[in-house]
C-alpha cells in the first residue's frame, strides 16, 4: 500500500479592476478529474478539489465575509508568500551557479599545479643540462 500525498494549494480570490473588489474564479475546469486540492482560509478545514464543490463553497456567508476583508487581511501576507518564494527560487539557482563556478575555479587551480609542477620539474632538467653540456661530445665530430 502506497501513501499518498496530498497538494494542497491555498486558494486565492481575483481582483476584478471594473468593479474594484475580489470575485471567485474557480480553479478547475467543468467535469475534471484528479485535481489538486485547495484550501480556503475562510473557514478552518475547508477544502475543495471539484468543481461543484467549490461553487458550494462560495455560497457560504463566511466565504462571502472573506471575500469583503480579503484587501484588508490576507493580500499583503499572500503578496509576501509569493515573493519570498519568488526569492528562494532565485536564491537556490544563484547557489547552483555559485557551486558550477566554484567546481570550475578548483580545476583550474589544480591545472595551474599540475603545469607549474612541469615547469618546475624543466627548470630542473634545465640546471642538470648546464653543468653536462661541458662534457658534451659530438657523435659526428671525430677529432
Request: charged letters at 35%; one cysteine or more; glycine letters at 6%.
Amino acid at each position: 500500500m502506497e501513501l499518498a500525498t496530498i497538494d494542497r494549494n491555498l486558494y486565492q480570490p481575483t481582483f476584478d479592476p471594473q468593479t474594484g473588489t475580489y470575485q471567485d474564479v474557480s480553479p478547475f475546469k467543468h467535469r475534471s478529474r484528479k485535481n489538486p486540492v485547495y484550501e480556503c482560509r475562510c473557514q478552518v478545514g475547508s477544502f475543495f478539489h471539484t468543481n461543484s464543490i467549490f461553487k458550494v463553497h462560495c455560497k457560504k456567508k463566511t466565504h462571502q465575509m472573506f471575500l469583503t476583508d480579503y484587501e484588508y487581511y490576507y493580500k499583503d501576507a499572500d503578496i509576501a508568500k509569493q515573493e519570498i518564494k519568488e526569492y528562494r527560487i532565485e536564491n537556490e539557482k544563484l547557489r547552483r551557479k555559485l557551486q558550477k563556478y566554484e567546481g570550475i575555479i578548483r580545476l583550474r587551480e589544480q591545472e595551474i599545479d599540475f603545469l607549474n609542477g612541469i615547469g618546475d620539474a624543466h627548470e630542473k632538467e634545465g640546471q642538470g643540462q648546464g653543468e653536462s653540456d661541458d662534457e658534451f661530445v659530438d657523435a659526428d665530430d671525430h677529432r
